[in-house]
Every structure is written in structure tokens, then in C-alpha cells.
T-cell receptor, first 112, second 113 residues
Framework: DAGVIQSPRHEVTEMGQEVTLRCKPI?????LFWYRQTMMRGLELLIY????????DSGMPEDRFSAKMPNASFSTLKIQPSEPRDSAVYFC??????????FGPGTRLTVT | GQQLNQSPQSMFIQEGEDVSMNCTSS?????WLWYKQDPGEGPVLLIA?????ELTSNGRLTAQFGITRKDSFLNISASIPSDVGIYFC?????????????FGKGTKLSVKP
């Protein structure tokens, strides 16, 4: 079975550019989560969806960050404009219940 | 907000040794999970615990949900080189549609053959 799919795996962009990260959750999972991982702060939940509806976006750091889930098989996390402090690994995870989350391989974002 | 204190931060052990790590909090959690992350990959779920006092095994891994609901432990028996990685605990306060996962900072395990 395919796991959570994320693209791209690596993204290098210049400050001020728009960045879009993509995620395809595991089929049948009702929950989708976006996390950010840095050395300093560890794993942080940014936002999560249930049945394509955003439930909690309190972890989204600023208005520069936005996330959408237009259907059950696709979600995007967008940063506009990007800044160097946004450099991190961004993970998408999905789950059938709220608890046992399955993570994708991550997108390593570098903003110069 | 809730915080999880995971210890030790790192461990360097000999192959064949047993490993113990734990996670503590000042808050009560209703669910505890343990994940392992390999370099360049996402965390992989190892064990999920749902009841205080619960003891669950997954091969050489055993995890326990503390009686006070404020801590959890993970043990690895007879470590092998592929056990190398970062182990994260995660706790969840709410139930149902509430409650996000809060992650510890991880325990980095190194195994010497």
C-alpha cells in the first residue's frame, strides 16, 4: 500500500518567493496534518483537517502560511512570501483516527 | 501549554544491550505514542498506548503508559545496528475530534557493533 506521498522532497528558493508543498494522504484516512520540524523547536503541528475541513490552524506561524485541502486525496501548504526562517523539514501525516498518524517522507525547504 | 520532557537526549550503546528511554509531563495525557525517525525520513509509528498502566510490545520494543498518565517508557531489548535513529514520544490530551499530538524532542540512539 502506498504511504503518504509528499512533493517535492527538496525545495530551494530565494527569500520572497512563493513555495507550495503538496501532500497525498493514505486513501481512506479522514485526518490530514501538516507539521514542521527544526532542530531548535522539534516537531510542531501547523494545521490539521478532518474530512477536508480545517479543524485547528493555531500552529500556523503567520498569515504568510496557508493550507488547503480541496479533496480527500490532496492538500497543499503554501508560504508566500517565504523567508529564511521558514527553512525546515515539512511533514504531512494522515490518520484514520486522530491518534495513530502516519507520516510522509517530508519536504526539506531551504530559503536563501 | 503542555510540554513533554524526553530523556535521555542521546544514547550510545553496544550492540546487544537493552535500552530504556522515557517521557514525562506535568500534564495528564490520554494517549501516548512512540515513533522512530531514520535520517531523511518521516517518523514511523512504533507503539500506541491508550490506557493508564497499559504495557504493549512490538517485537523487541515494549512501551508502558504510566499509572499517573503523566509519563511513558520505551524499552528496546537486545539492540541491533538498525535500531539507530531518533525516538520520539508523543502525547495527546483530548479525545475524539479534540486534542493534538505533542511531541518530545527525541532520544537519539547510536549502536556500536
Amino acid at each position: 500500500d502506498a504511504g503518504v506521498i509528499q512533493s517535492p522532497r527538496h525545495e530551494v528558493t530565494e527569500m520572497g518567493q512563493e513555495v507550495t508543498l503538496r501532500c497525498k494522504p493514505i486513501s481512506g484516512h479522514d485526518y490530514l496534518f501538516w507539521y514542521r520540524q527544526t532542530m531548535m523547536r522539534g516537531l510542531e503541528l501547523l494545521i490539521y483537517f478532518n474530512n477536508n475541513v480545517p479543524i485547528d490552524d493555531s500552529g500556523m506561524p503567520e498569515d504568510r502560511f496557508s493550507a488547503k485541502m480541496p479533496n480527500a486525496s490532496f492538500s497543499t501548504l503554501k508560504i508566500q512570501p517565504s523567508e529564511p526562517r521558514d527553512s525546515a523539514v515539512y511533514f504531512c501525516a494522515s490518520s484514520f483516527t486522530l491518534y495513530e498518524q502516519y507520516f510522509g517522507p517530508g519536504t526539506r525547504l531551504t530559503v536563501t | 501549554g503542555q510540554q513533554l520532557n524526553q530523556s535521555p537526549q542521546s544514547m550510545f550503546i553496544q550492540e546487544g544491550e537493552d535500552v530504556s528511554m522515557n517521557c514525562t509531563s506535568s500534564s495528564i495525557f490520554n494517549t501516548w505514542l512512540w515513533y522512530k525517525q531514520d535520517p531523511g525520513e518521516g517518523p514511523v509509528l512504533l507503539i500506541a498506548l491508550y490506557k493508564a498502566g497499559e504495557l504493549t510490545s512490538n517485537g523487541r520494543l515494549t512501551a508502558q503508559f504510566g499509572i499517573t498518565r503523566k509519563d511513558s517508557f520505551l524499552n528496546i531489548s537486545a539492540s541491533i545496528p538498525s535500531d539507530v535513529g531518533i525516538y520520539f514520544c508523543a502525547g495527546q490530551v483530548g479525545r475524539g475530534s479534540q486534542g493534538n499530538l505533542i511531541f518530545g524532542k527525541g532520544t537519539k540512539l547510536s549502536v556500536k557493533p
